[in-house]
């Protein structure tokens, strides 16, 4: 199965990653690592997790305060990353991209 980015959604992980580059060298790598690891587990296992609103699943980060929201895409066999949500942020700020 293949995955995409919405580009809000790449855009607040990139985001993410400058933010924490900017705390500590390497800690962006760090974050990134652990954000592509949490979609890797997305990819292998897409229905593993449980609803998140009607058309959308998260699975969250094992490091970082993050969830990445995501949509399995039936008709294409693809997986729609839309948000890279910090878990502390106003919820539901997301929905308006599904």
Known sequence: ?????????????LD???YYESCSEGL?????NDIYATIQRI???PYAWSA??????RCLAKRFPFGVIYQVLENSNEIMVIAVMQLNRKPGYWKRRL
Not at 52 to 57: A, H, I, Q
């Open 28 to 32: 962006g790598l760090e974050f990134s």
């Open 16 to 18: 993410a990653v400058g």
């Open 43 to 45: 990819v292998n296992y």
């Open 52 to 57: 998140f609103s009607e058309s959308s699943r």
């Open 1 to 13: 199965m293949n995955y995409f980015f919405h580009p809000e959604a790449k855009k607040e992980f």
